[in-house]
């Protein structure tokens, strides 16, 4: 399979989250496949599939918007908006956060990173601490 069409099918996987498999993983990544956010760092299959399956517990919506991919031989940079809504955030309203994901593959994606501000996706979305993270971060640019 062609870069472009692997990068091209890890979109269409995400494109709507909550109604895909976590078995149509196996597709994408490799056995081995590494994978981080600012949360965690995953490794193995079997761990990524577990994880993906226990993550969409409370999510209402979760949707990624993808804007060009920049693919070099061996990785890819893919910039995107995730459109999500979950149970303990902001009572259940859409909300959206803007990230990028590093992906480093070969046949199959064998490493996988998402960059995004975690306290825009959570801290900032819970009622007294979020008021308390935008206050500060309004603070913060004035300085």
Do not use: N
Not at 2 to 24: K, M, N
Not at 39 to 68: D, N, V
């Amino acid at each position: 399979m062609s870069r472009q069409a692997l990068i091209q099918q890890v979109q269409e996987y995400y494109t709507d989250f909550l109604v895909r498999d976590p078995a149509d993983l196996a597709g994408i990544y490799s056995k081995e496949v590494v994978f981080c956010d600012p949360l965690r760092r995953i490794e193995g299959l079997p761990a990524l599939q577990a994880h993906f399956a226990h993550m969409s517990r409370g999510l209402t919506q979760c949707r990624f918007q993808f804007e060009k991919a920049s693919i070099d031989h061996d990785s890819a940079c893919l910039p995107w908006h995730m459109h999500y809504a979950h149970q303990s955030l902001r009572g259940g309203r859409p909300l959206r956060l803007r990230g990028c994901s590093l992906l480093r593959c070969s046949d199959k994606v064998f490493y996988h990173e998402d960059f995004f501000d975690l306290g825009a996706m959570v801290y900032e979305q819970v009622p007294l601490l979020g008021t308390l993270v935008r206050f500060f971060k309004a603070r913060m640019e004035r300085s």
